[in-house]
């Protein structure tokens, strides 16, 4: 868990008139045109990366190109998640967009419950996970982590790896195996207190990351 969390730190560390004007002869550029309801062509409300029915036919429409996970899932934009409302709005929006729906429906419509399924899940996955979270984070402000590898672990960390390795191996307790398991679970908290923390305080100085840098 510390290696992988590890990969955050990396990527932290990777970056950070008087007269109105002539207006353009050619190729000027207006505002978008308004998104249209591929089924009857009514103009569509504007919270693209939502999940959208059309207001006239109320057939569903494609997701966007690159949805906001956060705002997919009504989440602040923030490494700390609620995962009780979390859990909430992915079941909420399952029922509304799930295949199992559109069975009746324009074969297009089947499509797109598909395409909105699969996103709510990679949405709920990634949020869900606090690796996932946490890089998918870094990814929104323009960083891409590190691929690390053991090598690139210290070696106080490989020792504890390797003294938990050989108590897997010797022990046939039921009693070791649990301790074993609350202490990684003990750790695995610890060190996604202290993401959280460096994301919150805009700056990272953690054993988690093992770096002292700025975030964004």
Not at 107 to 125: D, V
Not at 163 to 185: H, V, Y
Request: glycine share 8%.
């Amino acid at each position: 868990m510390r290696a992988a969390l590890g990969r955050v730190g990396a990527g932290l560390r990777a970056q950070r008139a008087s007269q109105p004007a002539p207006r353009p002869r050619c190729g000027g550029t207006g505002p978008a045109p308004a998104p249209r309801c591929w089924s009857c062509g009514s103009a569509l409300p504007g919270d693209e990366g939502l999940p959208r029915f059309c207001p006239g036919c109320r057939a569903l429409q494609p997701p966007g190109p690159r949805p906001d996970l956060f705002r997919l899932m009504a989440c602040d934009r923030s490494f700390r998640v609620d995962a009780q409302q979390l859990q909430r709005r992915f079941r909420s929006l399952q029922r509304a967009v799930h295949p199992d729906r559109f069975g009746q429906r324009p074969p297009e419509e089947q499509y797109y419950s598909e395409q909105h399924s699969s996103l709510i899940n990679k949405a709920y996955q990634t949020l869900l996970n606090p690796l996932s979270r946490g890089i998918y984070l870094l990814e929104l402000h323009g960083m891409e982590p590190a691929q690390e590898t053991d090598c690139d672990a210290d070696s106080m960390f490989l020792m504890e790896i390797m003294e938990i390795n050989e108590k897997l191996a010797e022990s046939k307790s039921d009693g070791i195996l649990e301790e074993i398991d609350t202490l990684i679970k003990v750790k695995q908290e610890e060190l996604t207190r202290e993401v959280a923390a460096a994301f919150e305080r805009g700056s990272c100085s953690c054993e988690a990351c093992g770096c002292h840098t700025n975030l964004f």
